[in-house]
């Protein structure tokens, strides 16, 4: 295929350990830059006024004994392009270092952390309406809380960060509180490989407080997508 449709199977590859169509396995990296997050406050009030994760499931969740966080993650992520393209060689390198980011992540975890076995589903958020969705969710959720997994999805793209921080709450959509995303930044598509390895390398990280998983003694990161 072009350079894009390689970028996007041979990358995921190299950088995150492994991939199967959709569907990838992979352990964080020693050499992984761990990116920062700060947990996002949900806030009462009217409908227009009341800060609350976009997809909240929250309500949804507590029933089965889950709850929803939400977080900024932060970091700097650089973009790649393949050393060979003319002979369409799976090696890449950096050509654009150390671009800062910040995105969210929304976290759907057992309540009580000894229900959790293990297993994070790590799910690349649905870009193609131009704002997130989580199909994944909504096509494995009996599956993920029956065997006591996390769910942790990822806003990847720039169309989706820009419209978190610049359109969410707004009209013509259902007014929310619109401050929520204003610190969200991403400049390129390209960033999302880093992005990606550096959140479940901080997933990974159960010491660092930062970590929305901390002390959950995380074994195992299963990428997941749906497009």
């Known amino acids: 295929g072009n350079a894009s449709t390689r970028m996007g199977y041979f990358s995921i590859r190299q950088l995150l350990g492994g991939v199967s169509f959709c569907i990838?396995?992979?352990?964080?990296?020693?050499?992984?830059?761990i990116p920062s997050a700060k947990f996002l406050p949900v806030t009462g009030g009217s409908v227009e006024t009341r800060s609350v994760p976009f997809l909240t499931q929250a309500d949804n969740l507590a029933r089965r004994g889950y709850i929803e966080t939400e977080f900024l993650l932060s970091g700097k992520a650089s973009i790649y392009d393949y050393i060979d393209n003319a002979s369409k060689s799976p090696l890449v390198q950096i050509i654009t270092p150390a671009i800062p980011y910040t995105?969210?992540?929304i976290v759907r975890?057992?309540?009580?952390?000894?229900?959790?076995?293990?297993?994070?589903?790590?799910?690349?958020?649905?870009?193609t309406r131009g704002y997130d969705g989580d199909i994944v969710w909504h096509y494995s959720l009996n599956m993920i809380m029956d065997e006591g997994a996390v769910y942790v999805g990822?806003?990847?793209?720039?169309?989706?960060?820009n419209f978190l921080r610049d359109k969410f709450g707004k009209p013509p959509y259902v007014l929310r509180n619109a401050t929520r995303y204003a610190s969200l930044s991403m400049s390129h598509d390209g960033q999302i490989w880093d992005m990606l390895s550096q959140a479940a390398a901080l997933l990974k990280d159960d010491a660092n407080p930062d970590n929305p998983l901390a002390r959950f003694n995380v074994r195992r990161i299963i990428l997941a997508g749906y497009s």
């Open 103 to 105: 995105t969210r992540l």
């Open 154 to 161: 990822l806003t990847s793209k720039t169309t989706t960060v």
């Open 24 to 33: 990838a396995t992979f352990s964080a990296m020693a050499q992984v830059a």
């Open 109 to 127: 975890r057992p309540a009580d952390p000894a229900r959790f076995r293990g297993t994070v589903y790590f799910d690349i958020l649905n870009a």
